[in-house]
């Protein structure tokens, strides 16, 4: 396994334990040579997940481009790269679990708001706001009701 630090090959496993209720092993990795730690998952390869877009377009899905819209919502809080990527998995994993084949983008987006709102409830908002694309300050309002009315 790579570093993804300083790309050198050798890595030792620090710790391994199974997640997804047994159908994947997260592995805690250290770097022998650059002393730097990373999480890996190791998973049964999956037939490729499509997702259906809101024109109808089908492409593969991509755990990065969800990763990345965590990260963005996750800006400047208190959460660890780590924190973020495994609940990532969590939600990618719920996908799979739940969807066979075909995802259509808005159950993707829905699950992901889902997940979010016992995150980080800011993250949740700045989710929602590019998600549900509010135009005005009423939506953000009305977003809030529900996440206050939840509490």
């Keep these: 396994m790579l570093c993804p630090y300083c790309n050198k090959e050798d890595s030792r496993v620090i710790d391994s334990r199974a997640v997804d209720d047994g159908h ?3 592995r805690r990795r250290g770097c022998v040579h650059c002393g730097k730690r990373f999480t890996t998952f190791e998973t049964v390869e999956q ?4 997702v259906v877009k809101h024109d109808g377009t089908r492409q593969i899905f991509d755990r990065n481009k969800l990763l990345n819209g965590l990260i963005r919502a996750c800006d400047k809080r208190d959460k660890s ?3 973020i990527m495994t609940l990532a998995h969590d939600i990618e994993q719920a996908i799979r679990r739940e969807f066979v084949q ?3 983008s808005k159950e ?5 708001l889902k997940k979010l709102k016992n995150f980080d409830q800011v993250a949740y908002i700045r989710f929602a706001s590019v998600y549900r694309k509010f135009s005005d300050i009423s939506s953000f309002r009305h977003e809030l009701d529900v996440l ?4």
């Design 47 to 50: 037939l490729p997940l499509m």
């Design 148 to 151: 206050l009315a939840d509490d």
């Design 108 to 112: 993707i987006g829905e699950m992901t």
């Design 24 to 26: 994947a092993i997260r």
């Design 102 to 104: 075909e995802v259509q």
């Design 81 to 83: 790269l780590e924190s």
